[in-house]
Each structure stands twice: as C-alpha cells, then as structure tokens.
C-alpha cells in the first residue's frame, strides 16, 4: 500500500495556480513559529533547497538535531555534548518501542529499524549503516553511538554463559574504538577529530540476534601526515597523548625527556584528552600495546633527526651535531644498531645484474628516506593493530549467521592545496554517493514505473560521468597514474598535464587553469570542483619503500617490529613484483571489496551536516549547509519522496492499523475493497493517524461509560438488598422472634458439589464451601440474598425429631403419607439442592458474596417445613 505524503495549508490560503514558486514559498513560510514541528521534510511543500533550509535551520535553533527526509536521516552537529540525547534509557525506549517511527527523528530509530530488519525476516539479510558527510559533520560521533546502541540491545540474555560472552565482545568492541581513533584520528583545519582512515565495522549476530563477536576492515590510512602535517594541522593523536599524558617512568622508558620538543608534533600546545581513556582501554586489550607505544617514541625521535649538505656528491651527509643525540635515542628505541640506521639513511643501493652499488644520497633523498622509514614503520604498525583487534573481537564462522555493519569513512575535503590522499578520498565518496543513487533515486522511480503508477522522472545528479574519469577504462586518471608511477623515470609534472590534457579531454568533469603557475587540474566532483596539484603526485602513487630498509626493520630485537616486517616480507614474495602495486591501485581493489558488501546488504542513510565551518556550538551558517544538502542530493530525496510515495505499508500491516476506519464487519478478511474505503475516508497519513486515533478514542469513551454503569447498578441492587435484610421489618413479622431464640444449632454437614450447579455466575475466587453456607441461607422461600451483609456466625442445635427431619430434608427422602411431611423448595426456587450426611454440630459462616435473585421479597402466605424451617430462625 502506498500513501502520498503532502501537508495542506490551514493557516494561509493555497495559492492560486498563476502564483510563482516564489509565492508558494512565502506562503510556507509565513508561520515560522511551527517550521520546527516538521519532524519528516517530505511534509515540506513546495519542496525546495530555500524551504529545507528554512526547517533544518528552526529545528536547529529549537535543539533538535535529527529530521527525516524520506529514505535518509539528517544529522546536524551541534557541537557540544548532549548527554541526555543518547543516554540508556533513551536506547531502551527506542528499542521496546512498538513503532519508533512514531517517536521523534533520532539515530536509535535507524539503528533499531535495522535491528529489526534482521530479527523480523524468514530469511534474515545483513545491514549497512552508511554514515556520511564532510570532515567535521560528526561521522565518527554519529558511528560510536550506533556501536554502543547495539552493544546495549544486543546484550540481552537469559542464559548466564550467553551473556558473559556478549559482555565480553560488548567491552572489546567498545574499547577498541577509542584505540583505532587514537592511531587514526588527527586535528584538521576543518575537525578536530578528523578521521584519517575509513573503516567498515561489522557486528555480527547470531541466530538468537545476539552480539557474538566484529571485524574492522580499513581503508587508506593517511601515512603522510606523520612526516608531513600540513600548515595549522597536526598529527595522529596518539603522539600528542603520549607527550603530553606520559608518566615520569614512561618518558624514561620512552627517552622522552620533560619540554622535548618534536619537529613532527606542530601546534603542540593544544590541549589533549583522552590519554588516560587510552591507557585503561590498552589495559583491558592487551600489554604488548606497550611496545607498539616504545616504537612511535622513536619515530618521534626519527623526525628530529636532520642532514646537512655535502659539497662533494661523491660524499655523504653528515648529521647535525644535535641529531647525532636523536638518532641514537631512535635506534634503541627501535632496537636496531645505530650505524646501520644511519648508513640506510644516507647510502642507496642499487641494483646493477646481480651486482649491488652503493651511491650516496643527497640532502632531500635522505630526508626523504628518513620521511619514508616513519611512514612504513606506522603504517605496518596500524595494519597489525587492526589484526590484532579484530583477532581479539572477531567470532567463528560457525557461531555468527548475521551482522550489521557500521561504516564511518572521511568525508569530501577540499583544501588549498590537494594531493593525491583527497583525490582517492574524494573518490571514495563519489562511489558512495553512486550507490546511493543507484539504491534510491534511479530504484525508487524505476520502481514506481513498474507498479504502473504514473510518474515522470525527477532530474537528480548523476555522478557516472566523473567516475569513469578517475577509474574509466581505457584511459582515467588512475590509469594515467599508474602507468606513469610504473616508467622507470623520473616524473615531470608538466609533461603528465599535458598528456592528460590530450587523454581526457572529450570528458566535461576535468578543466584546467592554463594561466596557473603551478601544474594542477580540476575535477567537478558531485560536490563541487576541487583543484589537484600534479607536482609530486607520481612519487606518492609510487610509494617506492627501500629495500635495505626493510631489512633493517626484519633484523630489529624488538619482536613486534621483527615480526610485521617478516610478515610483511612474506607477503611481497608471492605479489607479482611489487612496484607494480600502486596507491591508487590497491585502494581501488580495497575499495571495490567494500562496495561489493554494500551491495549484498540493505543500507540505511544517515547524513551528518556541518553548520558552520568554525565547529562552533549552536551556530547555523545558510551558506555552509545549502552547499552540503545540495552535494549530496539531499533536495532531489526529499523530491522524490515527497513526490512519490514516502510512506511504504504491507498490505496486512495496513489492514491491522487502519481497517477499523472502515466501517464493514468484513474488513478482517482483508479486502480490498476495507482498503479502498479507508482510502476514500483519507488521503493522508497524517489524517489516516488521526481517525484512527479519534476511532479509538470514541471506542475507549463507550467502553467506560459502559462499565461504569455496570458498577453503579452493580452497587445499587446490592445496597437495596442489604438495606432489606439488615432493616428487619419484613423479617421480624414473618419469622416470629421466639421462635428464632429457640434454635441454637444444626447438624455438621460435609459439603460435596452440587450436580448442575454453575459456578461461573458467581465472583471470581469463590468456593464451594463458602457458596454452601450461602445457598442455606438462599434456599428461603423468598429467596433473599445477604448482599452486603455483615459476617455473621450462627450456633444451632437440632435433637430427635428435628435432627431426623433435618437429615430426611437435606436427603430428599419420600415420606409416609399421613405421618409427616418434608418439603424443599430449593428445586422450585431454581436452586440446586444440598445432600450430604448430618456428622454433628459445625459453626456456620455467612460472608459477603454477592448472590442471585438479590431482587426478590418475603411472599405473605409460605408453608415452611423441615430443615428449611431451621435456616430460618433469627440471626441478629
């Protein structure tokens, strides 16, 4: 069933046909004060990016982050902490919601649908929770919250083994995240926790759906930064926790003295958090971290160490006087002889047949061999203590069926100067924003088509175009790339512009400023046109890393370094050559590895806005997001959902929900024609909710009213009844007051179930012992009931011919004709009869209970014989 969406003005008048977009907008706008309350933009009508920014920006002022916009959530940071958004008690509320839909917009609404998609599925199918947006938007936030949302739903257990495994996998993918951010994670002049990494985390579930084990998979660590930080940035966390949290033991142990200054530590005055986090997570993990922690002091050592020019090539550089100090400190610290260190940093070897030459580098080459050694240390390090988490987290094959999984990868950059790490960044967001396309804005309208509705198709950007220029074949910029890295030559940044401009020059997404001092071109990505600088890319494609290097890693004593680079060493021994392997190449492979997994699950949108470029707390810059929500097509979703059907209910679904609309007694046999009835009745969800809710709301008013007028009359007739007895004026005339003193006592009498008596009319929780006593008492022939009555206790005695009159009564005996007679009128009175066998005397207890035929009277004229007669005598 498909419900259009559309909101209908009531407080402006709808425009006439002949206004403008413009007016329709103005009308939109006229009442500011409740743009806040539209929880969904596809109620926005007339859909545009004025009228979008317009709601975002008053839900924004109003504190409240999170708005629907069809298939997607948008997700805006507001750049302080609000604890009570994501506490527990909001995740189980969300999570035992019988519809979160209902509930206001929030990421735990996405993580459960998901959850649920899982759960509620003959054959379940594996989810994708793919979280977007430029660096600064809250990607990383946004990822963490999801991970400890299902760490919490997917914990619960009742079996006690269960459940301390899943404790045990909740705490080491909760603790791992704070590691991988450390390592991964740096200051940016756009995000101060800017992720330098991708990374797809999947949680995988069992067949219960619960939480046994992950896996992280990573993409494209940005290795350059920690030689290289651009101007005003800085370098990975993880150096400026352990500078500036490092205890007196530890600077020791680290060669790190008090007020050492690193060249690759800039903007170092800053303040850091998270280090001592760091330190109790890496406790729980494992303590060989401890060593990873011994090798990045000496990369920080490494960077200190500098070369001095020689005037005779023929020669090697000296070290500095200063350095001469560091590259001793680093040495240790890599536990690798310090001569050797420094004839791999100054002398090359090349290879000549079988013969080796060694040739002395220059100045730059050394620095460059320095720069080189640092990034393939931390590099293969990241790499390791990616296994090694996912050693420690990851579950069997045979004990998980399912996962969900999480990705968080950077988002798009553009800066003043672009290399080659924002080209392959840029490029990973083109494919995402591909797939996005391809899985709802072309499905969604070709499956319109195909349900035969009419519909014309919404122009929305698509992006093929500009990945065949960076991964076309048979010409692109990668290949141009790779091919270029490839030649045993060195690269000329002009050279390679031009050839570029021949090759690519038919495709209309590449431009170039031919007046630029400095070689570059320029790709329209989807989300605007960014300038690559061409100087320099060949040699980072290259990634050339030593060999003799690498040898000097392999002969290291410490047994983390020795053990990566053997592996490591391994590895290259069964690639086909690998210099053939290039940057750009492996992260494509990796990068369609991913795409394929996306493909194979059902993903879920989230999209994380950036108010302000600042970063600062509740500011709302127009400029700043009417340029994201046009990149990444947020307008033409919210188009097509609006325009189309946002809102998709299962048949039976709908018939469960709104068939009560419908008033036919046949509309559970789920007819179409219930359906189309409701549909008549409304057009809208909203107004669908609505009646039913006023449907409800009337039947909840009758079904009251009805059952408070039970209880009243319920009440009254028992009132009436005990104000009849307790009154004793139709008592004391008919019974006679001397009789009644006479009797003290009657025979015990063992009570057995009645044949053919219904228990069902009387209260629930009644026995047949005390509905015996009772049924003495209604057993009169006027039939009274002691509704209401107070407890009474009555002591009879019955001797001779009143005991043998009693048990003839209460047997039902024939008598002699003639001699004496015994009647019972409980059979006349429509009551069921009492047998049983006088055993002695027994007290009698006359509770409260409220009987039947509470509406009858004394008759004047009665002939009351045998033990009927005894019942009757005074009780008060």
């Known amino acids: 069933i498909y419900v259009?969406?559309?909101?209908?003005?009531?407080?402006?008048?709808?425009?006439?046909?002949?206004?403008?977009?413009?007016?329709?907008?103005?009308?939109?706008?006229i009442d500011e004060d409740q743009l806040h309350t539209y929880d969904d933009l596809t109620k926005v009508n007339p859909v545009t990016p004025t009228t979008v920014l317009k709601c975002l920006q008053a839900r924004y002022s109003a504190k409240v982050f999170y708005t629907h916009a069809g298939c997607t959530l948008v997700a805006l940071n507001p750049f302080q902490p609000i604890p009570d958004l994501y506490s527990l008690d909001v995740?189980?509320?969300?999570?035992?919601?019988?519809?979160?839909?209902?509930?206001?917009?929030?990421?735990?609404?996405?993580?459960?649908?998901?959850?649920?998609?899982?759960?509620?599925?003959?054959?379940?199918?594996?989810?994708?929770?793919?979280?977007?947006?430029?660096s600064g938007a809250g990607k990383t936030w946004t990822s963490r919250c999801l991970m400890k949302y299902y760490a919490t739903v997917a914990a619960s257990s009742s079996v006690v083994k269960n459940q301390d495994t899943v404790e045990r996998i909740e705490r080491r993918v909760l603790d791992s995240n704070p590691i991988m951010e450390a390592f991964g994670n740096a200051c940016t002049l756009r995000n101060n926790n800017s992720s330098r990494f991708g990374k797809y985390i999947q949680l995988q579930l069992d067949r219960c759906q619960l939480l046994v084990g992950a896996s992280v998979q990573t993409y494209l660590l940005e290795k350059t930064r920690v030689a290289c930080q651009p101007a005003n940035?800085?370098?990975?966390?993880?150096?400026?926790?352990?500078?500036?949290?490092?205890?007196?033991?530890q600077r020791k142990e680290w060669k790190m003295s008090h007020g050492q200054r690193f060249a690759w530590l800039p903007n170092s005055e800053k303040t850091v958090e998270g280090w001592s986090l760091f330190l109790i997570f890496m406790h729980r993990i494992t303590f060989i971290l401890h060593i990873a922690l011994q090798i990045l002091a000496g990369i920080l050592q490494l960077g200190n160490v500098n070369f001095s020019s020689s005037s005779d090539e023929s020669q090697t550089c000296d070290l500095e006087e200063l350095s001469k100090d560091f590259l001793q400190r680093a040495a240790e610290l890599l536990c690798v002889p310090a001569e050797e260190l420094q004839t791999c940093l100054r002398v090359r070897m090349l290879k000549a047949g079988k013969q080796s030459v060694l040739k002395p580098c220059s100045q730059a080459e050394c620095s460059v061999r320095k720069d080189c050694l640092a990034k393939v240390i931390y590099a293969q390090l990241f790499e390791w203590l990616v296994t090694f988490i996912n050693n420690s987290i990851c579950a069997e094959e045979s004990t998980w069926c399912n996962f969900i999984g999480v990705l968080d990868v950077y988002g798009f950059e553009c800066f003043h100067i672009n290399n080659l790490e924002q080209l392959c960044i840029n490029y990973a967001n083109e494919k995402l924003q591909q797939h996005f396309v391809a899985h709802y804005l072309r499905a969604q309208q070709e499956e319109y088509v195909s349900e035969g509705l009419q519909w014309s198709f919404v122009k929305y950007q698509d992006n093929q175009s500009c990945l065949d220029l960076i991964e076309g074949s048979p010409v692109s910029v990668f290949s141009l790339l790779n091919e270029e890295s490839r030649l045993n030559r060195a690269s000329d940044a002009k050279t390679l512009r031009i050839r570029m401009e021949k090759e690519l020059c038919n495709n209309g997404n590449i431009s170039w400023d031919k007046f630029s001092k400095e070689?570059?071109?320029?790709?329209?990505?989807?989300?605007?046109?960014?300038?690559?600088?061409?100087?320099?890319?060949?040699?980072?494609?290259?990634?050339?890393?030593?060999?003799?290097?690498?040898?000097l890693l392999q002969k290291s004593d410490n047994p983390l370094l020795h053990q990566i680079f053997t592996d490591k060493e391994a590895d290259n021994t069964t690639c086909k050559g690998l210099s053939k392997v290039t940057v750009v190449s492996k992260f494509k492979n990796s990068l369609e590895s991913l795409m394929k997994i996306l493909h194979t699950t059902t993903p879920h949108y989230t999209r994380c806005i950036k108010p302000n470029p600042d970063c600062k707390p509740m500011t709302f810059e127009k400029e700043e997001v009417i340029m994201q929500l046009e990149a990444c097509g947020i307008v033409e979703t919210i188009h097509i959902s609006a325009a189309g059907f946002p809102i998709r209910i299962p048949f039976k679904g709908f018939m469960q929900r709104y068939g009560?609309?419908?008033?036919?007694?046949?509309?559970?046999?789920?007819?179409?024609?219930?359906?189309?009835?409701?549909?008549?009745?409304?057009?809208?969800?909203?107004?669908?909710?609505?009646?039913r809710k006023m449907i409800l709301s009337q039947s909840a008013f009758t079904i009251?009213?009805?059952?408070?007028?039970?209880?009243?009359?319920?009440?009254?007739?028992?009132?009436?009844?005990?104000?009849?007895?307790?009154?004793?004026?139709?008592?004391k005339p008919w019974l006679g007051t001397t009789e009644w003193n006479q009797q003290s006592s009657v025979c015990s009498l063992p009570l057995?179930?009645?044949?053919?008596?219904?228990?069902?009319?009387?209260?629930?929780?009644?026995?047949?012992?005390s509905l015996y006593t009772v049924l003495m008492f209604t057993g009169w022939p006027m039939g009274l009931?002691?509704?209401?009555?107070?407890?009474?206790?009555?002591?009879?005695?019955?001797?001779?011919?009143?005991?043998?009159?009693?048990?003839?009564?209460?047997?039902?005996?024939?008598?002699?004709?003639?001699?004496?007679?015994?009647?019972?009128?409980?059979?006349?009175?429509?009551?069921?009869?009492?047998?049983?066998?006088?055993?002695?005397?027994?007290?009698?207890?006359?509770?409260?209970?409220?009987?039947?035929?509470?509406?009858?009277?004394?008759?004047?004229?009665?002939?009351?014989?045998g033990f009927n007669e005894i019942l009757l005598e005074k009780t008060l």
């Open 91 to 134: 995740m189980k509320e969300y999570h035992c919601a019988p519809q979160p839909q209902e509930f206001k917009p929030h990421i735990f609404i996405v993580a459960e649908e998901a959850y649920r998609n899982v759960r509620g599925q003959l054959v379940p199918v594996n989810q994708s929770l793919v979280v977007s947006g430029e």
């Open 233 to 249: 940035e800085r370098n990975f966390h993880i150096f400026y926790q352990m500078t500036k949290g490092a205890t007196d033991e």
């Open 752 to 769: 057995h179930e009645p044949a053919g008596f219904d228990l069902t009319v009387w209260p629930t929780g009644t026995s047949w012992q």
């Open 519 to 551: 070689p570059h071109f320029t790709v329209a990505h989807y989300a605007g046109k960014v300038n690559y600088r061409i100087q320099g890319i060949v040699e980072k494609n290259k990634d050339p890393v030593p060999p003799e290097l690498i040898n």
């Open 4 to 29: 259009r969406g559309f909101v209908q003005k009531v407080h402006s008048p709808p425009p006439s046909l002949n206004d403008s977009l413009e007016g329709e907008i103005q009308a939109f706008l």
């Open 785 to 865: 009931a002691l509704a209401s009555a107070p407890s009474i206790t009555v002591s009879l005695t019955a001797t001779g011919f009143q005991k043998m009159m009693s048990v003839m009564a209460s047997l039902n005996l024939p008598s002699r004709k003639g001699e004496y007679k015994v009647e019972t009128n409980q059979y006349t009175r429509g009551l069921a009869s009492i047998r049983a066998q006088p055993k002695g005397s027994v007290k009698l207890h006359c509770q409260r209970s409220p009987l039947l035929y509470a509406d009858r009277q004394p008759g004047k004229k009665c002939d009351v014989t």
């Open 704 to 731: 009251q009213c009805c059952w408070l007028r039970y209880q009243c009359r319920r009440r009254n007739v028992c009132r009436q009844s005990a104000t009849l007895i307790q009154a004793g004026k139709l008592l």
């Open 660 to 691: 009560l609309i419908a008033k036919y007694s046949d509309f559970k046999s789920g007819s179409l024609s219930v359906v189309l009835t409701c549909l008549a009745v409304v057009l809208q969800l909203d107004l669908l909710e609505g009646q």
